[in-house]
C-alpha cells in the first residue's frame, strides 16, 4: 500500500464531485478510485493553496513508469472528448490526478496489477 499524497477541492466542485462519486458505481474503471479519493478531499473555501487539479484543469503530468510527459484537461465524463486530450474523473487516470498539487506523486494498482505512478508536473486554470 502506498501513501496517498493529499488532495483538495473547492467547495463550489464539491456538489458535483458528490454524484459523481456516488453514482458512479464500478461501470467506469476509475470509479472505485474516485470514490476513494473523494472521501479524503480537503475541501476548501476558496483557492488560497497552491494550484491544484480540478475539474476542467489543463495540466502536465509525467508517468513515472514510461518517463513520458502528456499535457491533458481534466473533465467530467459527459464533457470528455478523447481527442482534444480530455481525461474524464473516472478514469484510473482522471482519479489518480483529481486534487493533487503540483510536484505531488500519486501512486496506485491498476486493474491488470501493475503499478502506477504520476507527477503532476504543471497546472494551468
Not at 8 to 15: K, M, N, R
Not at 82 to 109: C, H, K, N, Y
Request: glycine share 8%; proline share 6%; aromatic share 6%.
Amino acid at each position: 500500500m502506498f501513501t496517498r499524497p493529499p488532495v483538495y477541492a473547492l467547495a463550489d466542485d464539491v456538489p458535483k464531485l458528490k454524484v459523481l462519486a456516488r453514482t458512479a458505481g464500478t461501470n467506469a474503471p476509475g470509479a472505485t478510485l474516485f470514490a476513494e479519493e473523494f472521501d479524503r478531499l480537503c475541501v476548501l473555501s476558496h483557492g488560497g493553496k497552491e494550484p491544484f487539479v480540478r475539474p476542467g484543469s489543463s495540466l502536465t503530468y509525467l508517468d513515472l513508469r514510461t518517463k513520458q510527459e502528456s499535457r491533458i484537461r481534466l473533465s467530467h465524463p459527459a464533457d470528455a472528448d478523447q481527442t482534444a486530450r480530455d481525461v474524464s474523473l473516472l478514469s484510473p487516470l482522471g482519479a489518480a490526478l483529481i486534487g493533487l498539487m503540483e510536484g505531488a506523486i500519486f501512486r496506485w494498482t491498476d486493474v491488470d496489477g501493475r503499478l502506477r505512478a504520476v507527477k503532476v508536473i504543471s497546472i494551468e486554470a
